[in-house]
């Protein structure tokens, strides 16, 4: 039962597998139930570290320049990390952070300069050096800013 759970958190499905690792905590069953406990209470630390893990990646991203890519693993955490008590106190943190005023800026940079860098990776050789120094110029208080004004030296 425990390596099935470790399989849904290999998976990121953390909701699913924190269910089955509390009921094996709860009421260990088998030939040796405390060995299964404690097996069951290392899965669950293990799961948490890792949902932890994600959410902190959110929050770097956030602050980073990637405010698009951190409101998706948000969204996609709010699902998967459901009833895990410490990691929902650390998303409803992240999602203030994602809300808040000077964030909209961010996503609106990101926005652009995700476009942006589609085009570029498709024609590498085009002209996108002005096209990058023109979201640096709109969006300069911006970590996303950082980055177009990155790519902005290696275009032409």
Request: no cysteine; proline share 4%; aromatic share 8%.
């Amino acid at each position: 039962p425990v390596a099935k759970a470790m399989v849904d958190v290999r998976k990121g499905d953390y909701a699913k597998a924190n269910a089955v690792l509390n009921k094996l905590i709860a009421k260990p069953g088998g030939p040796d139930p405390a060995s299964l406990q404690t097996a069951a209470q290392s899965a669950q630390g293990q799961l948490m570290a890792r949902a932890e893990g994600e959410v902190k990646r959110a929050v770097w991203m956030a602050k980073n320049g990637y405010p698009v890519a951190a409101m998706d693993l948000h969204k996609s955490m709010a699902k998967r990390a459901k009833g895990l008590p410490g990691v929902q106190d650390q998303l409803k943190e992240l999602s203030e952070l994602l809300t808040s005023d000077e964030m909209k800026a961010e996503v609106a940079a990101a926005k652009e300069l995700n476009k942006l860098e589609v085009k570029f990776y498709e024609d590498y050789k085009g002209k996108f050096q002005k096209k990058f120094q023109k979201i640096v110029e709109k969006f300069g208080h911006t970590a996303v800013a950082n980055r177009a004004s990155y790519w902005a030296q290696f275009a032409k």
